[in-house]
């Protein structure tokens, strides 16, 4: 937390308070913000105010709770606009939903995670973790493994240190040198797997999207439940897969989209 604070000053605390509000996914009082945040008791109270007059949070004083403000809501359709890849792989999405009747994830990468920007579900829909809008670990994901092993240098070396390495499972990958050797493997191929890696019975086929220069803007996955179809039928669809990656990479040349963390 101190370097956070050290490099980024006001602004940096700020964030930290919006994280712990969003973190909460429900209105949240002051004594339980005041529970988990690192600053003193008058810090904290003073950010909230300057952060609610600013429109970035909600104060409900009936409930005396507060809530992320709808000035985040106007941040967040710019976003999408301007940086994500959901607008452009739109039509490309739906055709392939339309082809595999399988879920499609969306997926960019974000400070060592994978933040999933959009979502296709199943003709049959599966209840899983991910969801457009959330994030989840880049180590045991598809989208993650295939972002990441295009990846090199500092850039590289960085996202590694980044992950948890928790073992969700016990096909879960738990070392920076096991997934080094798995990121290898993915360059080659140019795809990759979720072998039941973050959840138990949920299997998926990834491939990286490039645009101009062979610079990775994100990835693309086609995900089911070993209760529908085995790693190899999964594979069956690998072609339509890479196809929709290549298309979307194609659209996205033309947008200037800022590079991963």
């Known amino acids: 937390m101190a370097q956070t604070e050290k490099k980024d000053g006001t602004v940096g605390k700020a964030l930290e308070i919006l994280d712990l509000v969003a973190t909460a996914g429900r209105p949240i009082r002051f004594s339980d913000l005041l529970a988990q945040s690192p600053h003193p008791k008058a810090t904290l109270y003073r950010f909230l105010q300057t952060l609610t007059n600013q429109g970035m949070l909600n104060y409900d004083e009936e409930r005396q709770t507060y809530s992320l403000g709808l000035r985040l809501v106007r941040f967040a359709h710019a976003a999408w606009g301007q940086s994500s890849l959901a607008p452009v792989a739109s039509r490309h999405l739906d055709s392939l ?57 500092e850039r590289l070396e960085r996202a590694l240190s980044q992950q948890a390495y928790l073992k969700y499972t016990d096909a879960t990958l738990t070392s920076s040198d096991a997934l080094r ?51 190899a039928e999964l594979d069956e669809l690998r072609p339509r897969l890479l196809k929709c990656a290549t298309d979307i990479g194609e659209d996205a040349a033309a947008w200037q989209f800022p590079a991963y963390n």
Do not use: W
């Open 97 to 153: 939903a339309e082809e595999t009747g399988e879920t499609l994830h969306l997926a960019q990468f974000d400070n060592g995670q994978v933040l999933y920007v959009d979502k296709r579900n199943a003709a049959k829909p599966v209840e899983m973790f991910a969801a457009a809008g959330k994030v989840g670990p880049a180590y045991c994901t598809g989208v993650g493994k295939a972002m990441m092993a295009y990846m090199e240098g």
């Open 181 to 231: 050797a798995e990121l290898e493997t993915i360059r080659a191929d140019g795809f990759s797997y979720d072998r039941e890696e973050h959840e138990p019975g949920i299997i998926c086929i990834a491939a990286p999207i490039h645009s101009g220069g062979g610079r990775v803007i994100g990835a693309i996955s086609i995900t089911t439940t070993t209760d529908r179809r085995s790693l």
